[in-house]
């Protein structure tokens, strides 16, 4: 696992906008996995940015979003569709058909099935972004979710229904149930890259990278993962035992690693 700490919540997201330019220049069909939420929101911006100033196109990729709620109509201001639009698709070159994200109005099951079998025929997923629930969750794989799960639906804890209730009108009913991407889909993805950012999200870091495995920890299995890249703010960093060592790890690598290799983990 590669553990990059950086300042703040921009230097997060410029070092990993760095990485998803770096894949999308490699490799310009590549298959994106995307997330929602606040974290990934400056990262966003600093894509769209890129795009803007021609350093970058999305023209030939493919994107598969983590989750969506369910029952939600994609064009409701609360979805996750509607999010992956204001934040990032309305605003760059990638094909609207080559952008998915599960349906949350159709029979749950026949469309679990249908996007893991839309993931599958796109050849996989290449480079995996993930933001971190404060449970440890990755997608919405809440604790005790199956490290091999699926997409599927799931129950969301009453901890991240409150924690995203901040996204919701007092009067407006938020619901708590999803679709996501499994743990075994994520752990499929070439590289997964997770951001996370603030001292709210400290405990989930240090017991992510330093823990052990568990299924009440969903993101402690990413140590099972070869290609993983965490990118942190110091508020984020700040429980880690191997800090120095993050750190130290960087400075070598930017010395010897050559730079075409340098975003991989
Ligand atoms: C979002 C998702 C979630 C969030 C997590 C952190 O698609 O799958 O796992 O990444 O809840 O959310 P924020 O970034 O809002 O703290």
Known sequence: MRVVITED???VASASAEIVCQQLIDQPRCVLGLATGSTPMLLYTELVRRYRAGQVSFSEAKSFNLDEYVGIDPAHHQSY???M????FDHIDIDPVATQIPQGLAEPNIECRRYEAAIKSAGGIDLQILGLGVNG??????????LV??????TLTRLTVAANARFFQPN???PYLALTMGIGTIMDARHVILLATGEHKAKAVKAMIEGPMCAMNPASVLQFHSTVTVVLDVAAASLLDARQ????AEKMRAKTVPKPFQSLA
């Open 149 to 154: 799960s699926r997409t599927r639906i799931k």
């Open 172 to 174: 407006e009913q938020q």
């Open 85 to 88: 639009q204001q934040h990032l």
């Open 9 to 11: 919540a921009h230097t």
């Open 81 to 83: 569709r509607h999010f």
């Open 137 to 146: 969750h990755i997608g919405f794989n809440e604790p005790t979710s199956s």
């Open 245 to 248: 060592y993050y750190h130290w």
